[in-house]
């Protein structure tokens, strides 16, 4: 019996491997819910903790990427929800979550309904940017919409006194967290924008959960701080907080103190910029006053006692007089001569009767002999022509004793090899035609010499 085939088998690193490989395609990207605890974070800035539920728990790591953009610190006991790749530790074989990012448990409800209120406020133009308007540079009066007990309300009340101590605050009590609340920080901001008491508005509340900022994301109180008739800033939570109210302020501070900074200027800068001006406007008075008496000067040396600027004139006067009567008398010289010249060429270009007629008979001789000139010439060239036309006449060829032989075809026999015996041949001479036969045909014959007449 044959030996059967030797089993290769897999090793620990290639079956994690394919177990790693077998969960990360067999789940997707799911949410978890449960409890964090023993929560450790590396000093590379990895988190690692327990996921834990009543039933059952199961080791979970965050890196430092994912953490880092999570907006507040992960701690033990809290009540989580995370979205987690299922996975395998390969080098301890151990089966964990990859947390890609969290929220605590029950903020996700609150999360999409802020997302929805959002969107829908964006697409009516809300939080348009050319909506926004501009803060007043040098405000008199602030309004402040928080809570009288607020933390935030005193970091602003200190920040105002230490930069702009010299602007008035009117401050706007109102709960800024609870039931309710939404709606009664849109009646305080209602009631800031009518009282006419405030050029800028300030919405402040210190930071919190999201549970805790929920009142600034409330429908009507966006609506309120788009329809303030003054400019309003938002100076809600930390700077990682985001509310409603922040996208339809004309302004959204990173924090209350911020705000603060943002809507006052600085006493003590303004106070500094204010010396400045001075001195320039001093500087630019000084020289607008030494450059009016040099402009002084140069006037008064320039003016003259009214006889002494009559006289000239009248100088100016004769002078111009003169200069035009000159110019008149040059004008009429030149008229005159250029009329004279045009009548010389008038004198010249009248015609002569007497000359005109012994040109007339001068040129009638002319003519008349060269007339005769050309009659006498064409007549001499005709008769030369007559005289040529004589010799190539045929007929005279005829007379001086030659004849013209042709067939019975009508063509002119010119040698003898074309003619045969007893074929039909008609001679014409000079006076008259012969028909006649060819007897015999000699090519070689020559012509005899004429006999005398």
């Known amino acids: 019996m044959a030996d059967a085939a030797p089993f290769s088998p897999l090793s620990v690193a290639a079956l994690n491997r394919l177990v790693r490989e077998r969960l990360e395609s067999g789940f997707p990207l799911c949410w978890v819910a449960g409890e964090i605890s023993n929560l450790t974070v590396a000093a590379s800035g990895h988190a690692y903790f327990t996921l834990k539920d009543e039933a059952a728990q199961v080791r979970c790591v965050m890196f430092r990427g994912r953490n880092q953009l999570l907006g507040w610190r992960l701690a033990n006991g809290q009540h989580v929800e995370a979205r987690v790749l299922v996975t395998l530790y390969e080098a301890r074989g151990e ?22 209120l959002k969107a829908k406020l964006e697409a009516e133009g809300l939080f348009a940017a050319e909506g926004k308007r501009p803060l007043p540079f040098f405000p008199r009066r602030i309004g402040i919409v928080t809570s009288l007990q607020a933390a935030a309300l005193r970091d602003v009340l200190t920040t105002l006194r230490r930069r702009a101590p010299q602007v008035a605050v009117t401050i706007f009590p109102t709960p800024v967290q609870g039931d309710g609340a939404g709606a009664q920080i849109a009646a305080a901001v209602r009631q800031a924008g009518d009282s006419g008491l ?18 600034f994301n409330d429908e009507a ?57 001075r001195r320039q406007l001093r500087r630019q008075a000084m020289r607008d006053i030494e450059q009016r008496a040099q402009r002084v000067d140069v006037l008064a040396r320039r003016l003259t006692h009214p006889a002494e600027r009559l006289a000239q004139q009248r100088t100016a006067l004769a002078h111009l007089a003169h200069r035009l009567n000159a110019a ?5 010289a030149a008229a005159g001569a250029r009329l004279a010249a045009v009548g010389h060429r008038l004198a010249l270009a009248r015609p002569n009767p007497q000359q005109l007629g012994r040109r007339f008979d001068l040129l009638a001789t002319r003519l008349d002999n060269a ?5 006498a010439a064409h007549g001499a060239r005709v008769a030369r022509l007559a005289d040529s036309l004589a010799h190539l006449n045929p007929q005279a060829v005829l007379g001086r004793g030659y004849a013209l032989v042709q067939d019975a075809t009508g063509a002119i026999v010119r040698d003898a090899a ?20 060819v007897t015999a045909a000699d090519a070689a014959a020559e012509l005899l010499p004429a006999a005398d007449a």
């Not at 405030?198 to 009142?215: M, N, T």
């Open 95 to 116: 089966f964990q979550l990859n947390v890609e990012t969290m929220r605590r448990a029950g903020v996700g409800n609150l999360f999409e309904q802020f997302q929805k």
């Open 198 to 215: 405030a050029d800028v508005l300030i919405v402040c509340r210190g930071g919190g959960s999201i549970e805790d900022l929920w009142a």
């Open 221 to 277: 109180l966006a609506r309120a701080i788009r329809a303030c008739p003054v400019p309003v800033v938002s100076g809600v939570g930390h700077e990682t907080d985001f509310t409603i109210a922040d996208f339809a302020a004309d302004l959204r501070a990173p924090t209350p103190t911020a705000a603060a900074e943002i809507v006052a200027p600085e006493r003590e800068r303004l106070l500094a910029r204010l010396d400045e001006l």
């Open 328 to 332: 008149a008398d040059r004008q009429q």
């Open 371 to 375: 007339w005769q000139r050309q009659h």
């Open 418 to 437: 074309t003619m045969e015996p007893r074929q039909a041949i008609h001679v014409y001479l000079a006076r008259g035609r012969l028909d006649a036969e």
